[in-house]
């Protein structure tokens, strides 16, 4: 089965635009989580997209939202950049059923300038 | 705040020697994940814990969760180059809503 896929892989934008990211789940996997990686803060948690719903959230600002089409593929944007939104997104999927192990994406780095 | 604590922060070990890191929670663990990050890339599972009490192997690398599963350990033997890069430890919580709460990170080095 092919991994988990994020792109683009690296990413620079100014501070006030805005910018959308993307992640392939593995297939069959019908949850994916978007987290945040920053040195100072570690891994934060974003959101969680089940069968096109979100089903849970982490303490982020309204200007990161995501979505999930039905073919699992998910988005996340992220609107009026600032420079410490600078950071490595990550996503995983999951089947969503229960507790289980999450696979993640290699990852988008951004920049924010 | 950070629920759940790891140490050390960083570890520089000789080739060939064994450590250890912790990962600890003032709650109780309803599961708790291991993964390994080379610098700037995407996470790798090494292992999931969910009894108390429970330890798994995989090659060089042990971990365990404590009968109370509030503290899990993670053991390397004989680490190897290989071995480098960052240590995360995951948890499930349940609060209002379920979350997967990660620990800070152990940077571990390994010197040839």
């Known amino acids: 089965k092919a991994g988990v896929t994020q792109t683009p892989r690296y990413l620079i934008k100014t501070r006030g635009q805005q910018v959308t990211l993307s992640c392939s789940p593995i297939?069959?996997?019908?949850?994916v989580s978007w987290y945040q990686q920053t040195p100072g803060q570690g891994l934060q948690f974003l959101f969680e997209?089940?069968?096109?719903?979100?089903?849970n959230k982490g303490n982020f600002p309204g200007r990161f939202s995501g979505r999930q089409f039905s073919n699992s593929r998910s988005e996340m944007n992220v609107s009026t950049l600032e420079l410490g939104d600078s950071a490595l997104y990550l996503c995983?999927?999951?089947?969503?059923?229960?507790?289980?192990?999450?696979?993640f994406g290699p990852g988008t780095r951004l920049l924010v300038l | 705040s950070q629920e759940l604590e790891q140490s050390p922060q960083s570890l520089i070990v000789q080739e060939g020697k064994n450590l250890t890191i912790n990962c600890t929670s003032s709650?109780?663990?309803?599961?708790l994940y291991w993964y390994k990050q080379k610098y700037g890339e995407g996470l790798i599972f090494l292992m999931m814990?969910?009894?108390g009490g429970e330890e798994k192997s995989h090659e060089k690398i042990t971990a365990k969760l404590d009968e109370k599963k509030q503290q899990s350990s993670l053991h390397i033997t004989a680490s190897q180059p290989s071995h480098a890069g960052i240590y995360l430890c995951?948890?499930?919580?349940?609060?209002?809503?379920?979350?997967?709460?990660w620990g800070a990170g152990t940077k571990l080095i390994i010197k040839p």
């Open positions: 995983a999927s999951s089947s969503g059923q229960g507790q289980e192990t999450q696979y």
């Open positions: 297939s069959g996997h019908r949850s």
């Open positions: 997209y089940f069968s096109e719903t979100q089903r």
């Open positions: 709650k109780t663990l309803y599961g």
């Open positions: 814990l969910q009894k």
């Open positions: 995951g948890a499930d919580f349940w609060d209002s809503n379920y979350q997967l709460i």
